[in-house]
């Protein structure tokens, strides 16, 4: 079992940056691979970005060159750091862990874009 709390969610202006933290408790968090996903109002959940246990990541094309995902094994947490946003990315962003058929997810934290 994996529990998932993130956090770093608020209200930010157009072109404002946020850093999403989650933290990850209850199995060896290193052999996960972690992920953050994110749902708009009206819309399916879909994959922002993913590291896995090696380091690879990969990114939505919608957030290329803006957000960066990272992870601190030694303090069982992955990061998600945004830059440049913009009203479209206006969700809620959840954590995921997940390896094999094991999946885990997050509660959630809501981010807004809006002048």
């Known amino acids: 079992q994996v529990q998932l709390v993130e956090s770093g969610g608020g209200l930010v202006q157009p072109g404002g940056s946020l850093r999403l933290s989650c933290a990850a408790s209850g199995s060896i968090f290193s052999i996960y691979t972690m992920a953050w996903y994110r749902q708009a109002p009206g819309k399916q959940r879909e994959l922002v970005a993913a590291i896995a246990s090696g380091g690879g990541t990969d990114y939505a094309d919608s957030v290329k060159g803006r957000f960066t995902i990272s992870r601190d094994n030694a303090k069982n947490t992955v990061f998600l750091q945004m830059n440049s946003l913009k009203p479209e990315d206006t969700a809620v962003y959840y954590c995921?862990?997940?390896?094999?058929?094991?999946?885990?997810w997050g509660q959630g934290t809501q981010v807004t874009v809006s002048s």
């Open positions: 995921n862990a997940a390896r094999w058929t094991s999946v885990y």
